[in-house]
């Protein structure tokens, strides 16, 4: 069963999914301040395959999926307002905060 059936099966409605975009140049800062640094590709490279295929995964499947543009000290910012380790989880929560805000797709 698809993501939008298993939704829809619940009740629920997709909303917009956000996807961290990253730009090379803050590759390396990333990983120096995530402490779930071993979860991370080791290169911009390898994680620019990795996200472009979810997205693409995502944007077939039908998903109203965008690309947003994060910056890293921006994010570090945010998580330690929030009293948050920058991970995965607090990764997806500020993506999501800047989606639901109208937040800016990478040029």
């Not at 099966?9 to 995530?34: A, H, T």
């Not at 472009?52 to 945010?78: H, I, Q, T, Y």
Request: net charge positive; charged share 35%; with cysteine.
């Amino acid at each position: 069963m698809g993501i939008k059936a298993r939704l829809k099966r619940r009740g629920e409605q997709p909303g917009i999914v956000g996807i961290g975009w990253y730009r090379p140049d803050q590759w390396q800062r990333l990983l120096e301040i995530s402490s779930d640094r071993d979860r991370l590709e080791d290169t911009h490279e390898e994680w620019l395959g990795n996200a472009s295929r979810v997205f693409d995964f995502l944007k077939r499947k039908g998903l109203p999926v965008v690309k947003m543009a994060v910056d890293v000290e921006d994010l570090l910012a945010w998580c330690a307002k929030q009293g948050l380790a920058v991970n995965l989880e607090s990764r997806a929560k500020y993506v999501t905060e800047k989606v639901s805000h109208g937040g800016k797709e990478p040029a």
